[in-house]
């Protein structure tokens, strides 16, 4: 098994609730936005990198207050999740077909570690909480190039992300690997599998200093902490802080 396959068997659950994350919702609304270039009567060409089972534009607050147009394609590695997410728009949009107004939004499956191809590049791109579910560095640094290659010149990047700070910790079945950032989740016949990699703040600036990006914000939100599991909601002092990064290409 592997980390694909563990969210493929995730997502095969039935009854998942989808809920666009309150999180990524107002880093994009209080924070991403006001970096967008927004020009009268254009496209917003938004690329939303591990959508899982909806877009976080989805949210109908987020909807209510955008006053531009969306146009924004999810991608997730996951077959389960990609199907789901379009069922669940095209459900939304037979019960509100007004949206369509201000939004529209397609789901494609692609792994965010093969080279993308584009009719054009994005205006934004947003990372909702896929860069820390990598295995390693090594694809982190990866995912970031194949997302910068994709943006326009003076597009943005938005990432919000997990990362380490000296009180991080886990219990069963979760084993951190400080050298290596990895955290591993020990499966029923006792194999540890990769499942998340929460790096140190400073490790993510040097990944995004070598793609050239310049730095708009870089914020580690102290009092907010990240919950790996998929399956708790009360939030622990151990659990890795929240980095919030806006970058625009030069
Ligand atoms: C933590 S979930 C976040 C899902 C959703 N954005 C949310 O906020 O609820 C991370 C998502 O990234 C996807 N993912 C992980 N690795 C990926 C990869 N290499 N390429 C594309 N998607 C990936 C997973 O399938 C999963 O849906």
Redesign the pocket.
Known sequence: MD?KDL?ERAYKEIGQIFKP?PS?VDFYLNRVKKYIEFVPDKKVKVLE?????GS?FQDEFLIEEERNYLSILG????FS?ISEAEKRWNNLLNRNKSILKKIDIKFLM????DKFKYDEPYDLIID???LH??NGIHEQKK?LNNMVSSLKPGGILAIEMMIYHKKISFSHPYYFDRNTSKLFKEDCWGSLIPYRTIPKSLVVENMILDEELKIEYFTIMSNQRMIPESNREIVKEGDPQCLRIICRKT
């Open positions: 980390q969210f994350s990524l990198v591990g959508s899982g089972l976080l991608v997730d590695f996951s999740a692609r792994n965010i570690l909702s909480h896929c579910c990598l995912a």
